[in-house]
């Protein structure tokens, strides 16, 4: 084991920069409105006071000189700072106020180090003592550094958020930057979200048993993972099979063959190369978990890992109940809190999620389910920014249901729709789902199968239906 010794210097702190932002304030107190700096990111304790002071004064009044001097002298700590010759002389040393930006940036990184140092301490601290619990230390200190990254401010002026909005859309209209969206890989999926997955929005799958919810969000994943990197949590099926279920779906051989091992020679070479494209990090961006002790606290420090590592923009959890966070006195109160929690996790990490969540007992029954069909209480159904159904097929008047489709009601969203229905085929022979519209057929198909070749069980295009149900937003939310 290493001995290398830690440095013994003092924490890491800027003096220079503290005096130079708080002379910049005194000279253009409107900066006070743009400044993203906490009280507690001030490493010396006098400039700490002033600062608060300057926050406070601002409320009511005009922060300059005397008002910062009269409100230090009332609190009793002017003569703690040196006097009003310290104000003076902070003002006389700033040469000009616009680099302020540069020195709360100082002082902010300044900051998270100290914030690093100390979690390292109880860290240490923490693996000594033999009685605490390695996997909670581990997960604790992992949470605490991610938020470490994330320091709370409080609310500020609008001033900040508007600057904010305009930097990203000049930063979109320029092309230097990208709308935060992902690609499901699903043509009508993606047309219904007006591109793809919206970071950090949270999307609630539901749906009666036996309709293929997991190997939904499986194929999902996978081909999200194709370009943006992700995280799923698989805590329903186990390893081998939910590795049979990829291999075929890509090889077009029977998962009952993988179970056996016993693949023709001409198979072999197929499955050669879904390995191999399963095994490149460059063309398959997906990782992995098939454990079931997971709770919001282990899950986020995980994610957090993986953000940092891997720059992961998205995760699946299936299912929800499986998390397991001991909260509240039932079930409904545990499960309203791991919602809320996993609404957090995907804000403060900036992720999107596709979480799967069960139904009452009248939603398996019903046909067409709708947000009051989802289990365990409302708390859920306001968590989430969108809430899609999953149901046998849904034809129009006159038409008749195929048993292989698979309609997807959007019953919620807080973002704009293009549409709030699609329509996808679940492929008997293989779990996979494909495109169902007729302009994407042939070109669904020459990339499924290559070669042009058209397989056996190929689906017959036909018009798909549209119904228009009723979008639920918070505001008209009664459950």
Not at 34 to 49: A, C, E, G, K, S
Not at 156 to 162: C, E, L, N
Not at 252 to 258: E, G, T
Not at 411 to 429: D, G, W, Y
């Amino acid at each position: 084991m290493s001995t290398t010794a830690l440095p013994t210097t003092t924490p890491p702190a800027s003096t220079q920069a503290e005096e130079a932002l708080l002379g910049s304030l005194l000279i253009n107190p409107e900066l006070l409105k743009t400044i993203n700096v906490n009280p507690q990111d001030f490493y010396i304790l006098r400039n700490r006071w002033i600062y608060e002071a300057m926050l406070e004064i601002g409320q009511t009044a005009q922060v300059d000189y005397m008002t910062v001097c009269n409100h230090l002298e009332n609190s009793g700590k002017l003569k703690e700072i040196k006097g009003s010759a310290y104000l003076l002389d902070l003002i006389a040393r700033t040469p000009t106020s616009l680099h302020a930006e540069s020195y709360a940036a100082i002082i902010r990184d300044r900051a998270q180090r100290r914030r690093i140092l100390e979690i390292a301490a109880n860290l240490a601290k923490s693996a000594y003592d033999l009685d605490e619990d390695v996997d909670k230390t581990v997960s604790s200190a992992a949470t605490s550094l991610a938020n470490s990254t994330q320091p709370k401010s409080g609310a500020q002026h609008v001033s900040i958020y508007a600057s904010r909005h305009y930097d990203r859309m000049t930063e979109l209209s320029s092309g230097s930057r990208q709308v935060q969206r992902i690609p499901t890989g699903f043509i009508d999926f993606d047309r219904c979200l007006d591109g793809g997955l919206r970071i950090p929005e949270m999307l609630l799958l539901l749906g009666k048993p036996g309709l293929g919810k997991t190997k939904f969000i499986l194929q999902l994943g996978f081909q999200m993972g194709r370009n943006f990197p992700g995280a799923i949590y698989e805590m329903e099926t186990d390893e081998d099979q939910i590795m049979d279920r990829e291999f075929s779906r890509r090889t077009k051989i029977l998962d009952s063959r993988f179970e056996t091992g016993q693949l023709d020679d001409d198979e072999w070479p197929l499955y050669t190369r879904e390995f191999e494209k399963l095994a490149d990090k460059n063309q398959t961006k997906v990782y992995l978990d098939f454990g079931c002790n997971w709770t919001t606290t282990s899950l986020r420090a995980d994610l957090a890992r993986l953000k940092a590592e891997y720059g992961i923009a998205w995760y699946m959890v299936d299912y929800m109940k499986f998390l397991r966070d001991s909260y509240g006195k039932d079930e409904i109160e545990r499960l309203n809190h791991i919602s809320g929690r996993l609404k957090q996790i995907n804000r403060e990490l900036g992720l999107a999620s596709v979480i799967i969540h069960s139904m009452n007992k009248e939603g398996i029954k019903s046909q067409n389910p709708d947000l009051s069909n989802m289990s365990q209480g409302a708390d859920i159904a306001f968590d989430t920014d969108k809430a899609l159904f999953m149901t046998a097929h849904i034809p129009r008047t006159g038409e008749i249901a195929l048993p292989n489709y698979r309609t997807f009601t959007f019953q919620k969203s807080r973002s704009r729709l293009n549409h709030p229905m699609f329509h996808l085929q679940a492929v008997k022979e293989f779990p996979a789902f494909l495109d169902v519209a007729p302009e994407h057929q042939i070109l669904q198909e020459q990339q499924t199968f290559g070669n042009g070749k058209k397989p056996a069980h190929s689906p017959t295009p036909v018009p798909m239906p549209y119904i228009e149900p009723d979008l639920v937003d918070d505001e008209d939310l009664e459950l």
